[in-house]
């Protein structure tokens, strides 16, 4: 079975730019999980979907960061626009509803200039 | 909110060293809690999980047993080996359905042969 995919793996952008990153979860999960890992904060949630449905968008990260569905196997995290603190991992997670264990991608390390 | 509490951030042995990473919740009723182990440049992956109180999870050696009287949920292993380093996250998820999960900050394990 395919795991989560995250695309690219690697991002460099510059102050200021528009970045999307790309997320495709395992087939036939219901739901769809964006984090950002940093070392200081460990893991922090951006975002939430079930069954495409936004659940849970993350307060603090609310007016540069958006995260979309746009179908049941694709899911994308817009930061628009990016700063040098946005520097981090990214990560995405799908699992189905029920089953509480979450699968993880390899995610997307994100550096900004 | 609910939250789960790790407070080694580094934990540092030799092989065959016994392991104890610790972990304590705050939540009321019974939530579900979870271990989660991430190997450098992956994502996090599902090590074991308990519901209720007593319950023990185990998975790869590692072991935790869910206590109600002490609100926690500790990992332990007998005899650590080099493979094992990685960075270990505690969760905690729903009482009812769904798969959202409170991650704590992780705590990174070093092994030395």
């Known amino acids: 079975d395919a795991g989560v995919t995250q695309t690219p793996r690697h991002e460099v952008a510059e102050k200021g730019q528009t970045i999307i990153l790309k997320c495709e979860p395992v087939s036939g999960h219901n739901d769809l999980f964006w984090y950002r890992q940093t070392k200081i904060q460990g893991l922090e949630l951006l975002s939430y979907f079930r069954s495409k449905s936004l659940m849970e968008d993350g307060g603090a990260f609310k007016d540069r960061f958006k995260a979309e569905m746009l179908n049941s196997s694709f899911s994308t995290l817009k930061i628009q626009p990016t700063e040098p603190k946005d520097s981090a991992v990214y990560l995405c997670?799908?699992?189905?509803?029920?089953?509480?264990?979450?699968?993880f991608g390899p995610g997307t390390r994100l550096t900004v200039l | 909110g609910d939250s789960v509490t790790q407070t080694e951030g580094q934990v540092a042995l030799s092989e065959e060293d016994f392991l104890t990473i610790h972990c304590n919740y705050s939540?009321?009723?019974?939530?579900?809690l979870f271990w989660y182990v991430q190997y450098p440049g992956e994502g996090p992956q599902f090590l074991f999980r308990?519901?209720?109180?007593?319950e023990k999870g185990s998975s790869r050696g590692f072991e935790a047993t869910y206590n109600k009287e002490t609100t926690s949920f500790h990992l332990q292993k007998a005899s650590v080996q080099e493979s094992d380093s990685a960075v270990y996250y505690c969760?905690?998820?729903?009482?009812?359905?769904?798969?959202?999960?409170?991650f704590g900050k992780g705590a990174k394990l070093t092994v030395s042969p």
């Open positions: 997670a799908s699992s189905l509803w029920d089953t509480y264990e979450q699968y």
């Open positions: 308990a519901s209720r109180d007593k």
């Open positions: 969760a905690l998820g729903p009482q009812g359905t769904g798969s959202k999960l409170s």
């Open positions: 939540a009321s009723g019974y939530p579900a």
